[in-house]
Nanobody, 123 residues
Framework: QGQLVESGGGLVQAGGSLRLSCAASGRTGSNYAMGWFRQAPGKEREFVAGISGSGGSTNYADSVKGRFTISRDNAKNTVYLQMNSLKPEDTAVYYC????????????????WGQGTQVTVSS
């Protein structure tokens, strides 16, 4: 079973940028689609972005399209989420997730999870 560890969260002003990283170990790699989800206080966990095992296919939530970019480096077993033009409504705990097969929009379809990293955007 693989493990995921996120890093890169923090406090940033609106309009700023952050890059999250997700380091994978164990039984992960190009067989696993990877996703980023987020959960704000009092809200359900929501899909942010996903990337296929090869990195050739990506999907984004409408709320982050054009601002966030997901990428992966399979040689380093790492997935990234570049977040630009951040807004206060992007404030949440961000989770990295992995699953065998295709990208999925539902968090329950992922069987590998990181511990989460807090992103706070001030206005």
């Amino acid at each position: 079973q693989g493990q995921l560890v996120e890093s890169g969260g923090g406090l940033v002003q609106a309009g700023g940028s952050l890059r999250l990283s997700c380091a994978a170990s164990g039984r992960t790699g190009s067989n696993y689609a990877m996703g980023w989800f987020r959960q704000a206080p009092g809200k359900e966990r929501e899909f942010v972005a996903g990337i296929s095992g090869s990195g050739g296919s990506t999907n984004y939530a409408d709320s982050v399209k054009g601002r966030f970019t997901i990428s992966r480096d399979n040689a380093k077993n790492t997935v990234y989420l570049q977040m630009n033009s951040l807004k206060p409504e992007d404030t949440a705990v961000y989770y990295c997730a992995g699953r065998r097969g295709l990208i999925h929009y539902t968090w329950a379809q992922y069987d590998l999870w990181g511990q989460g990293t807090q992103v706070t955007v001030s206005s």
